[in-house]
C-alpha cells in the first residue's frame, strides 16, 4: 500500500468547494466591482461590465480549475468556454440588476448601485458555482477516482438450448 501522500489529490467536497469558490470568485467579483465602477467614468457601464466580465471570468476559470474543484492544472479550451457561458448569465443578470436599480431609483448612490451590483453577483455566483460543480469540472472529477467499477459478466447462454432445432 503506497503512502497518503503519494497518491493523486482528489476533489474536494462541496462544502470545501464552495468555502474555495466564495473567496477565488468573490475575491475577484468585489475587485470587479470595483473595476467595473472606474472604468465605468471613462466607456459605458454596459461595455466596462462586458470588459471586466470577459478579464475576470478568464482569471476565475483558472483559479477555478486549479483550486476550487481540483481538477489537477490549467483549465481546458471546453472549460473556458463552459464558463463563459455561465459569466454571461451573470452579465445578463448584473446589467438586468442595474437597470432596475436606475429605473425605480435614477439618483441612487454609488454605494447603492454597488449594494445592487454585489447582491446581483452574489446570486448569479451560486448558480454558477452550481453550473461549475456539476458540469464544466464534473468530468475532471469523476477521472480522479481510483478505479472504476466494472459489473460482473453475464452468464454465458447454455449452448444446448440454442442449438436445440
Not at 492544472?73 to 436599480?101: D, E, I, K, N, P
Request: aromatic content about 8%.
Amino acid at each position: 500500500m503506497e503512502p497518503l501522500q503519494n497518491q493523486s489529490p482528489s476533489a474536494p467536497g462541496a462544502v470545501a468547494a464552495f468555502v474555495r469558490f466564495t473567496l477565488c470568485g468573490g475575491g475577484i467579483g468585489v475587485a470587479s466591482s470595483f473595476a467595473v465602477a472606474a472604468l465605468s467614468s471613462w466607456i459605458p457601464w454596459a461595455l466596462a461590465n462586458a470588459l471586466i466580465t470577459v478579464v475576470s471570468t478568464l482569471l476565475a476559470t483558472e483559479l477555478h480549475a486549479r483550486f476550487t474543484f481540483g481538477a489537477g492544472g490549467h483549465a481546458t479550451w471546453r472549460q473556458h468556454a463552459q464558463a463563459a457561458g455561465s459569466a454571461g448569465a451573470a452579465y445578463a443578470m448584473t446589467c438586468l440588476a442595474m437597470f432596475v436599480l436606475r429605473q425605480l431609483a435614477p439618483g441612487a448612490s454609488a454605494l447603492t448601485e454597488q449594494a445592487v451590483y454585489l447582491t446581483a453577483s452574489a446570486l448569479a455566483g451560486i448558480a454558477r458555482f452550481a453550473v461549475l460543480r456539476l458540469v464544466v469540472f464534473a468530468r475532471d472529477r469523476a477521472r480522479t477516482v481510483t478505479s472504476p467499477v466494472v459489473p460482473a459478466a453475464a452468464p454465458a447462454a447454455p449452448t444446448a438450448l440454442c442449438q436445440a432445432a
